[in-house]
């Protein structure tokens, strides 16, 4: 069975930075699209991050510049660094694994 760990999340201070991870199992990491999606309260759950089995990265404008994904096929695991942090960053944020497979999230909270 498919299982998406996420870590990393916490509160920070605008400014600040965060890395998420997420570790899998139970897929074969090595050629499934990732991604990172984020749900703040009252809003639709977006995709932030996401990155194909072949390294190719796209991003939600919001973030461009100061996010970047990156995965570890070797650790089954998947980041997000987050840099220069804004209160609108703040939400849930989950990982998914081939559009499919759903992690249970990591609260992200950025104060001002």
């Known amino acids: 069975q498919v299982q998406l760990v996420e870590s990393g999340g916490t509160l920070v201070q605008a400014g600040g930075s965060l890395r998420l991870s997420c570790a899998a199992s139970g897929i074969i990491f090595s050629i499934a699209a990732m991604g990172w999606y984020r749900q703040a309260p009252g809003k639709q759950r977006e995709l932030v991050a996401s990155i194909t089995r072949g390294g190719s990265t796209n991003y939600a404008d919001s973030v461009k510049g100061r996010f970047t994904i990156s995965r570890d096929n070797a650790k089954k695991t998947v980041y997000l660094q987050m840099l220069s942090l804004k209160p609108e960053d703040t939400a849930v944020y989950y990982c998914?694994?081939?559009?499919?497979?759903w992690g249970q999230g990591t609260q992200v909270t950025v104060s001002s």
């Open positions: 998914c694994a081939s559009d499919n497979y």
